[in-house]
Nanobody
Framework: QVHLGESGGASVQAGGSLRLSCTAS????????MGWFRQAPGKAREGVAA????????YYADSVEGRFTISLDTAKNTMYLQMNSLTPEDTAMYYC???????????????????WGQGTQVTVSS
């Protein structure tokens, strides 16, 4: 069993930055890929970024490429999402997720992730 907990969500103005954190506990050795998803009201959950726990391989959705950076501190079992140049379109509940899969299709499919956090709210005002 893997438990995930997010933090760092807040309300910011457009152009601002935030860093989200996700700490994993439990059977963390089973995790091969961790990712961030987001869901805005009335919209489907969207895969934002993912990172392979065994190396530097990363994935970004087109909507965040160049603005968001995903990273992993394996010593702390913590994943981060640095979000820069935020726009109101980035407003959503952000979820971290983890999977035992070694490979994933793109765009990310939430069905491929078996462990989820409770989410942290990001609100960007214009």
């Amino acid at each position: 069993q893997v438990h995930l907990g997010e933090s760092g969500g807040a309300s910011v103005q457009a152009g601002g930055s935030l860093r989200l954190s996700c700490t994993a506990s439990g059977y963390t050795n089973s995790i091969n890929i961790m990712g961030w998803f987001r869901q805005a009201p009335g919209k489907a959950r969207e895969g934002v970024a993912a990172i392979y726990t065994g190396g530097d391989s990363t994935y970004y959705a087109d909507s965040v490429e160049g603005r968001f950076t995903i990273s992993l501190d394996t010593a702390k079992n913590t994943m981060y999402l640095q979000m820069n140049s935020l726009t109101p379109e980035d407003t959503a509940m952000y979820y971290c997720a983890a999977t035992e899969h070694y490979e994933l299709g793109v765009p990310l499919d939430q069905a491929d992730f078996s462990s989820w956090g409770q989410g942290t709210q990001v609100t960007v005002s214009s």
